[in-house]
Nanobody
Framework: QLQASGGGLVQAGGSVRLSCAAS????????MGWFRQTPGKEGEFVAG????????YYADSVKGRFTISRDNAKNMVTLQMNSLKPDDTAVYYC?????????????????WGQGTQVTVSS
């Protein structure tokens, strides 16, 4: 089970820290990702991190502003979001996959958490 939290309302230029807590499985061996969804649009890959934490991947739209990290001892994955823009407004989801397939493809992920809303006001 994955539980995302930390969303909220923030002004443009501000920061938000999202957390994804994993339970029920040994998620420390899973690759983890964050996606976001806005109404009427396809879900968008945001960031991913390998199970060791050694490799990270970002969408071009967030590179340099967002940082993904994990603490396997706590079964926790974090997405630090800085320099937020109104275009970052979305519901953010964390997801887990055990394979080495493409990071940005939703059907590669086997487990999904519920979303957390992030709203960036201009």
């Amino acid at each position: 089970q994955l539980q995302a939290s930390g969303g909220g309302l923030v002004q443009a230029g501000g920061s938000v820290r999202l957390s994804c807590a994993a339970s029920g499985r040994t998620f420390s061996i899973y690759n983890m990702g964050w996606f976001r969804q806005t109404p009427g649009k396809e879900g968008e890959f945001v960031a991913g991190i390998s199970w060791t934490g050694e490799s990270t991947y970002y969408a071009d739209s967030v590179k340099g502003r967002f940082t993904i990290s994990r603490d396997n001892a706590k079964n926790m994955v974090t997405l630090q979001m800085n320099s937020l823009k109104p275009d970052d407004t979305a519901v953010y989801y964390c997801a887990a996959k055990s394979n080495s397939g493409p990071w940005n493809v939703r059907n590669q992920y086997e487990y999904w958490g519920q979303g957390t809303q992030v709203t960036v006001s201009s």
